[in-house]
């Protein structure tokens, strides 16, 4: 067991996955072909420890589950063993969100183009990680489709380039948007609805060191029919928007508060209605020109 | 047993070890500290020993990860205190804080970088359910309201059911002892509340300095489970460095553990600290305490399982025993909480909702 270890760097983290079931090395091996992987060593430092495994004869075997070990722990309930792999990213999501405290993370999709970021934050289904995804594959560089990470000292935002994970229609529609895109299995039957995660583009992944400072905040809102609309919104309503889709905000302080009002107050900010992804990538590229 | 220490204890044994250590090993050692509860602890002893500046940033970056959520969460402590606080104004009695939440008030080293999930207080008991409606007209509503689990809290714990706010989602325990009505060596909690001593600049009140370590004592060595025993076992280390500097602490101590019938808990505080963190406690309390525990079979046994229960709740630093370690003591804390007749019908039901899932822990 302890030979199949994969140890990689994704974004600033150094992260260590054990698994037995082969799937998920496959998967891990394919969408995170361009990362940098590690041998064991004494002078690397893992920052987190994920096991996907079957829990024990009756779950793993006859009721066909699977579990996550966070080093060790079992926070969650387990799944259907077709899930092997996307628990691997949510395992992964939840150590971050309730690990790391040393930067302000929030529940956000960001890319980049000519040096600035777009953060697109909004509550799940509203269609941040199309937009991304979208992009994306049009020439912006991906930081995260997940999670927005910002120093707390400099406001700077940091990639944590990851697959990005697409639901139900999107991955049809983003399939077509961008026929080069790869995309992994799909997972019917999630939680979440069908799921398949789309390989991040090379560039953004070797690329994953170079930060940057946010330019726009904006709130989308798919709707179907819908115009393609941006409105501006005020800062303070942005800045406690964002508080309240930030994973680490309350237990941050007066240092996430800070470094949140300093981000906003750089940046500019929209909400953001749209239902074709094309005028969105028109509009969102003439912004950053 | 592994002969040599898990890292965590040697580092907090002597913070002065850590500069040793390769990547590797802090790695190890972050893991440890994080699973025990006593990361952000580590951190402010390294702190108050001008080693934190020596810390790899790799490994840094989580130790202050930690003290920041450690901060934020005494800094909510604070308003949650000052929110029983007014509730308690209005009953015209004294707020009694116990455990995490009394270091912290009391300012004891023990708090830094403690975590706790809750608000722990005493009241006498024929004042119980005066504190209960009060906290419920300001906004705490009860939980646990299966007609089962209400009657084993009221009718044979120290404590009513935790109570929730409603708005702030806090958890606050209410007791009226420091061990369930129906355990064995049930001390008169008219004699705590006694000797319990104000805190200078707040509307708070403490137990007294040897009643917070033979409560701490008490509470670990009734406790079934272990994810918090090394923890526990860490808080008992702290108070006693910091109380050794009291006037008559340690012939208080034992007096004061004769008088609330809690020798045993406390001989295996003295114990188990000396044994696992090296705590230094004079030579000749730790043999008067021995007259309390006479049995040289019984002491081999219980070295054996506490000395593997009591380490940090880490896969590292378990032996081939420790999980059955672990087990023998589960039983055994419930042996001596609870007559068997209410025991064996207790952990049948238990062990069903386990087993059906309708129970988490």
């Known amino acids: 067991m302890d030979s199949k270890g994969i140890l990689l760097q994704i974004g600033p983290f150094t992260v260590r996955l054990d698994s037995c079931i082969d799937v998920v090395n496959q998967s891990v091996n394919n969408l995170y072909a361009d990362y940098n992987f590690f041998e064991e060593a004494s002078d690397i430092f893992t920052d987190f420890y994920i096991r996907i495994d079957r829990p024990n004869f009756y779950r793993g075997y006859l009721r066909s589950q699977v579990q996550c070990y966070v080093d060790g722990i079992t926070p969650f309930k387990p799944l259907p063993i077709a899930q092997s792999y996307p628990f691997f990213e949510w395992g992964l999501n939840w150590i971050i969100a309730s690990h790391v405290h040393y930067y302000l993370l929030i529940h956000a999709a960001v890319v980049e183009k000519n040096g600035h970021v777009l953060i697109l934050c909004g509550e799940p289904g509203a269609g941040k990680s199309t937009l991304c995804a979208a992009l994306a594959s049009r020439g912006w560089r991906l930081f995260s489709d997940e999670m927005a990470v910002i120093d707390l000292q400099t406001n700077e935002v940091i990639p944590c380039v990851r697959p990005i994970s697409l639901k139900n229609k999107a991955i049809d529609l983003i399939g077509k948007l961008a026929p080069d895109a790869v995309f992994g299995e799909s997972y019917p039957e999630t939680t979440k609805g069908t799921l398949s995660h789309m390989k991040p583009m090379k560039e953004s992944v070797l690329r994953g060191n170079e930060r940057a400072f946010c330019k726009w905040v904006v709130f989308p809102q798919y709707r179907e029919g819908s115009k393609t609309c941006l409105t501006s919104i005020e800062k303070d309503q942005t800045v406690i928007k964002l508080a309240k889709n930030s994973f680490n905000y309350n237990a941050l302080g007066s240092l996430g508060f800070n470094s949140l009002c300093d981000m906003v107050e750089e940046s500019h900010c929209y909400e953001f209605e749209y239902s074709d992804l094309n005028e969105a990538i028109t509009l969102f590229d003439k912004l950053a020109y | ?361």
């Open chain 2, 1 to 361: 047993m592994n002969t040599q220490n898990p890292l965590i204890v040697s580092v907090l044994i002597d913070p002065k070890t850590s500069l040793d250590l390769n990547l590797q090993q802090w790695d190890l050692l972050i893991r440890q500290a994080r699973r025990s509860g006593v990361l952000a602890r580590f951190g402010f002893m390294l702190e108050r020993n001008g080693l934190l500046a020596d810390v790899p940033s790799v490994a840094l970056k989580h130790i202050q990860s930690t003290q920041t959520y450690a901060y934020q969460m005494a800094m909510s402590l604070k308003w949650e205190i000052h929110c029983i606080q007014k509730v308690f104004d209005t009953l015209e009695m004294p707020l009694v804080l116990l455990k995490g939440t009394a270091y912290t008030v009391a300012n004891n080293v023990a708090a830094a970088g403690r975590f706790f999930s809750d608000v722990d207080i005493l009241v006498p008991e024929d004042r119980i359910e005066d504190v209960e409606r009060a906290l419920i007209h300001w906004g705490w509503k009860a939980t646990y309201l299966d007609a089962y689990d209400q009657r084993f809290y009221r009718e044979w714990m120290h404590e009513i059911p935790p109570m929730e706010h409603m708005q702030r989602h806090t958890t606050i325990d209410v007791h009226h002892n420091i061990l369930p009505r129906t355990g064995r060596f049930c001390p008169n909690p008219k004699l705590l509340l006694a000797n319990a001593v104000k805190v200078s600049d707040e509307n708070a009140w403490v137990l007294s300095s040897e009643d917070r370590v033979i409560h701490s004592a008490t509470h670990l060595f009734h406790e079934g489970e272990f994810d918090h025993g090394f923890r526990d076992l860490s808080d008992l280390d702290l108070l006693l460095k910091e109380f050794n500097s009291l006037d008559n602490f340690w012939e208080n101590l034992l007096k004061r553990a004769e008088e609330l019938n809690q020798q045993i808990p406390l001989y295996y505080a003295l114990r188990y600290t000396t044994l696992i963190l090296k705590t230094p406690i004079p030579r000749e309390v730790l043999d008067d305490c021995k007259l309390w525990y006479p049995n040289g079979i019984q002491r081999e046994i219980m070295d054996w399982l506490f000395c593997r229960a009591l380490m940090p709740n880490h896969p590292s630093c378990d032996d081939y025993w420790t999980g059955f370690a672990r087990w023998v003591l589960y039983i055994r804390s419930h042996w001596i909480k609870m007559p068997v007749r209410i025991l064996v019908p207790h952990l049948c039901r238990k062990g069903w909702l386990r087993l059906t899932e309708q129970e988490d822990h």
